[in-house]
Every structure is written in structure tokens, then in C-alpha cells.
């Protein structure tokens, strides 16, 4: 199939969908600590949050890629002089998640606040007059909750995030993208692999949606729909 | 820090940002320009009619920006025909592709979006315009279309700023704009710090502006008439 670059294409797929679950799961991370920060009474760690926010959705993911790959590499080249390591090279991959996973951090930020601000305060306090622990809370009434209103703009995010793990291909990590636009050259036929490329991307979102949209369902069960 | 480096390459950036504000200006029209009618033509009624358009929004909405840019600039070469075509001088150029790849992907977006708003004006306001004996185009010129270009304002801002970021990816395909003006600056000097700390400087300013410019348009154009719808 594809001349033989079938199954290249494909090792590069699952490289692409790795560098999107680690993103995924740093942005996850970075996203609970950020709405954490914005939603608490400490003044310094809400300016430190909006400061994040507002910067990442500023900056293109490539401009911000090329900061933290080659900026990073003189760094540590920097202090590897300084402090007499042998040489460390900064990996594509690490650069490449880490970028991705700060940029989607940022959006994330917003939707755990929102999600969180979504469940009444009322169901946290009777959690607790319960006698739940605050952590029970959070897992047992609250989370839930957070879920479904998060679940949305969470399908959102994600496609958007899938589809911008694209650009690691230009520091080079053998991803789908680069490895078609390798197929291509080799073959001189580069229309073919990248539109090859393009429909493996849309297998991705389309399967990712359908997921979503059945989370979706399983959700808001107990929820009671109206139409207008 | 080496500012001395960042004044040298100074003219380079304006040179850049210059090059960001054509592709982003001439990508927004483009796509508005289509978008407008095709938007109406996704919400008719025959599947024939908006079949077409959705699949044409889903396929762009579902590939990177990236894939489609590349399918232009080094696909399209590949075959003899459009290489023998009248059209090549065009596509061989990375401007082209560029104003091209970046147009198609807003309109689709725009098309969603100016689709959705379309739709959420109230199912009144429509009934009352066709008791009043407007023709459907008159309808869609007084009545639907103000309401939806209001409504849209949030969503369409947020995809002012995306595209304004997504034409960094143009430095992919050997343009100028802030990134490759970056790219260049670090290549000659070896500062990446500061070559693109200085561009993602210029891109935040640049997105503060809109903001702002969004910002003043809602208060102005969406305030006053959502107080009166409710």
C-alpha cells in the first residue's frame, strides 16, 4: 500500500497520537494546577495564572516550540558549561510535548475553572455536612459533575490539540507529517502522502468525536433535556 | 540578553510583521468573502445543498492547517497537468499557496460559525419578517444577517487570533513574516532567546490589539442590542 510507505506512515501515526496523549496528559496536569491557582484567595498565584493564560493565547505553538527547543538546548548547553556535565541535547519529543502540553495547559486552565464554577456550590456542602473528606468530595459529587460540563469544550481542545501536533514535525520528530513529506520526496509524489496524511488526521478526529459524543450521552444521564 | 543583536534585526521584524499583516488580513477576506453565501447554503434545507459544504467544513475542521498548506505548495507540483496549466505561475508561488491554504481554512471556520449564529436568531423575528411580506433575500439583508454578524462577534474574534497565529506557520514555506524573520535572525546571530522571545512579544501586542478591538466592537454592536432582545 502507498508504495511501500504504508506501514512507515502508519509507525508515524502512532508517534503522533503518543506525542498528543502525553500532551494531553501534561496539559491535564498543568490545567488543574492553573484553575487551582486561579480559583484560590492568594492573590500572587491568580496574577501568576491569568499571567499564563493570556501570554500562551498569545503566542503561535511555533513560535513557542522554537523558544523552548532551541532556547532550551542553549540553556542547557549554558549550564553544562557551567557546572561541567557532559553535553545534553534537549529531545524533539520532550520539547515537542512539553510546548504543546504548556500551550493546551492554558485552555485547559479556563475549562476546569469554568467546569468548577458549572457545579452549584450547594452539592460540595452537602458533601461535606455528609461528613465526606474535601478529597472525597472532589471524587465523589464534585468530579462527576465537573465532567460533564467539561466534556464539551474538553472534545474541542483536544482536536484542536491533535491537529497542531503537526508542527513537530519541524523539529524533527518522525511524526505522520514528517514521514509523508519524507514518502513524498523520496517518490516525487508528495501530493499523494500528505493527502494520505491528511485523511489519517481526519480517522483521528472523526473517532475522537464519536468517543466524545458518547461520553457526552454517558454523562448527562439523569440530566433532563428540554427542546425548544 | 543581547539587545544589540534585536536592534540590528529590528527593520527585519517590521518587514515581518508587515508580511503577517497581509496574510492575515488577505486570508480573513478571502474566507469571509466565501463563507458568507456558502453559510447560508449550509443552512438550506435540501441535503443536496448543505451536504456538500459540511462535508467541505468537516474535512478542514479535521486535518491540521499544516497538511492542507503543504498539499498545496509541495503537493500540487506533482502532477504534470497543473504543472503545464496557465495556473502555475500562481501556485508555484509560496505567497499564493499561502493567502490560499489559510483562506480555505478560515472560511470553513468562518462558515460554522456564521451558520451557528444564522441559527440562533430567534425563530420570531423570522416569522415576523416573513408576515411583514419580505422576500427571502430581504430577509436575509435586513433581518438575519445584522443579528448574526452581532451574535458572532465572540467567536469570530477567536478566530481572528487563531488565524493571526496559524500564519507563522507561512515561515514553513519560505515566506517572512515575524517567525521567519526570527528564523532568521537566529540562524545569523544564534540567538534563539532572543530571536523569538522578540517575535512572541510582537504577537502578543498584536493579539492584545485585537482583543481590545473586539472587545470595544461587542461593547459597541452587541451590548446594546442583547439589553433589548431580553
Not at chain 1, 108 to 118: K, N, S, V, W
Request: charged share 15%; net charge positive.
Amino acid at each position: 500500500m502507498l508504495q511501500g510507505y504504508g506501514a512507515s506512515l502508519l509507525t508515524g501515526a502512532g508517534l503522533t497520537l503518543a506525542v498528543a496523549f502525553v500532551s494531553l496528559a501534561i496539559a491535564s496536569v498543568l490545567g488543574v494546577a492553573g484553575a487551582m491557582a486561579k480559583l484560590s484567595r492568594n492573590r500572587v498565584l491568580r496574577t501568576l495564572a491569568l499571567v499564563y493564560t493570556t501570554v500562551i493565547r498569545g503566542v503561535p505553538d511555533l513560535v513557542m516550540m522554537f523558544l523552548i527547543f532551541y532556547g532550551g538546548q542553549l540553556l542547557v548547553n549554558k549550564l553544562a558549561d557551567r557546572y561541567h556535565w557532559d553535553d545534553v541535547t534537549i529531545d524533539p519529543f520532550v520539547a515537542g510535548t512539553l510546548t504543546i502540553g504548556f500551550i493546551f495547559g492554558a485552555y485547559m486552565t479556563e475549562i476546569f475553572r469554568g467546569a468548577f464554577l458549572a457545579v452549584p456550590a450547594g452539592q460540595r456542602e452537602a458533601a461535606l455536612a455528609y461528613g465526606m473528606t474535601p478529597g472525597q468530595a472532589l471524587r465523589r459529587i464534585v468530579g462527576p459533575q465537573m465532567l460533564r460540563h467539561a466534556l464539551a469544550p474538553l472534545s474541542n481542545t483536544w482536536l484542536v490539540m491533535v491537529k497542531s501536533t503537526a508542527i513537530v514535525s519541524l523539529i524533527g520528530l518522525s511524526d505522520l507529517m514528517n514521514r509523508a513529506k519524507n514518502a513524498g520526496s523520496s517518490t516525487q509524489e508528495p501530493f499523494l502522502f500528505y493527502a494520505a496524511a491528511g485523511v489519517m488526521y481526519l480517522v483521528f478526529t472523526s473517532v475522537s468525536e464519536l468517543l466524545f459524543a458518547w461520553l457526552r450521552q454517558r454523562y448527562a444521564v439523569g440530566v433532563r433535556q428540554v427542546r425548544i | 540578553m543581547d539587545f544589540d543583536a534585536v536592534a540590528q534585526s529590528l527593520p527585519s521584524y517590521a518587514h515581518g510583521a508587515l508580511a503577517t499583516f497581509e496574510l492575515t488580513l488577505g486570508a480573513l477576506a478571502f474566507g469571509m468573502l466565501f463563507a458568507l453565501p456558502l453559510s447560508i447554503v449550509r443552512g438550506a434545507h435540501s441535503r443536496w445543498a448543505w451536504g456538500p459544504v459540511w462535508a467541505f467544513t468537516y474535512v478542514i475542521r479535521g486535518t491540521p492547517l499544516l497538511v492542507q498548506l503543504y498539499l498545496l505548495y509541495y503537493g500540487l507540483g506533482q502532477f504534470e497537468a497543473i504543472r503545464d496549466s496557465f495556473a502555475w505561475p500562481w501556485l508555484r508561488s509560496a505567497w499564493f499557496c499561502a493567502i490560499a491554504a489559510f483562506s480555505v481554512n478560515t472560511c470553513a471556520y468562518t462558515i460554522e460559525i456564521l451558520h451557528g449564529a444564522m441559527r440562533a436568531v430567534p425563530a420570531g423575528e423570522i416569522e415576523a419578517a416573513r408576515a411583514m411580506g419580505m422576500t427571502r433575500g430581504v430577509m436575509l439583508r435586513r433581518v438575519v444577517l445584522p443579528a448574526a454578524f452581532r451574535r458572532m462577534l465572540p467567536a469570530y474574534g477567536n478566530e481572528v487570533i487563531f488565524m493571526l497565529q496559524a500564519t507563522a506557520l507561512a515561515s514553513t514555506v519560505t515566506l517572512l513574516d515575524i517567525t521567519g524573520a526570527a528564523g532568521e535572525m537566529n540562524s545569523r546571530f544564534y540567538l534563539p532567546f532572543e530571536a523569538f522571545l522578540t517575535a512572541a512579544v510582537l504577537y502578543l501586542a498584536i493579539t492584545m490589539a485585537l482583543v481590545g478591538l473586539f472587545h470595544s466592537a461587542e461593547r459597541r454592536w452587541l451590548l446594546p442590542w442583547q439589553a433589548r432582545s431580553s
